[in-house]
């Protein structure tokens, strides 16, 4: 073997190694970002199961305004809110689970195409960081805030295309849309289901 010959060799061996150690040092990092990002993870679950619940929600609130006596209205309520809180703790822990475990294979095949090293390193430094600490807790504030202004500023442009909705859906449906439809409508304004959610089968 030659001189030149095993150098080259030695080089390209070091070479290897070296791109070895980093590509295991950007894995290390992406693995503790994604760590670091598990409550945004969890949050996300979180977010699913709610929302998967609100049209039940919503149908539940508009049938308990419309088909369900007063006087019985408070107790029904309740009871309706109990199931939806027993199925939110059923299904949040299997869906918080589940996310957690798939994160790391979601998340890395991303973050390794999209960031060298140096990047992950910064990206680790900052959500450790305090004030990114701090900001991710003010973040439900922030949206809040924003929420609360952008429904006042819209609601009297939106309320009228949701109650034509509720109409038409009702319609298309072949569910009445009078009489019990205009209290539904009511209902609507509030952020529940109108005319056809009375109708709704599982409510027979």
Do not use: C
Not at 25 to 37: G, H, N, P, T
Request: proline share 6%.
């Amino acid at each position: 073997m030659n001189k030149h010959f095993k150098t080259a060799l030695i080089g390209a061996t070091l070479a290897a190694a070296v791109s070895g150690a980093w590509a295991q040092d950007k894995a290390a990092l992406i693995k503790q970002f994604i760590e670091l990002q598990r409550p945004g993870v969890e949050a996300l679950a979180r977010g699913l199961v709610e929302e998967s619940s609100l049209p039940i929600a919503r149908a539940g609130a508009g049938y308990l305004q419309t088909q369900v006596p007063e006087a019985k209205r408070e107790a029904a309520g309740k009871a309706a809110d109990a199931e939806l809180k027993k199925y939110f703790d059923d299904a949040y822990p299997l869906v918080r689970d589940k996310a957690v475990q798939l994160a790391p294979a979601a998340l890395t095949p991303v973050l390794d195409q999209n960031f060298n090293e140096e990047e992950m390193r910064q990206l680790v430094a900052w959500v450790s960081s305090p004030v990114s600490k701090k900001y991710q807790e003010l973040n439900p504030q922030l949206q809040n805030a924003l929420t609360e202004k952008l429904v006042a500023e819209t609601r009297t442009s939106v309320e009228p295309k949701l109650r034509a909705l509720d109409t038409n859906v009702a319609k298309a449906l072949g569910a009445p849309t009078d009489g019990g439809a205009a209290k539904g409508n009511g209902a609507s304004s509030s952020g529940t289901s109108g005319s056809a959610a009375p109708k709704a089968p599982a409510k027979k």
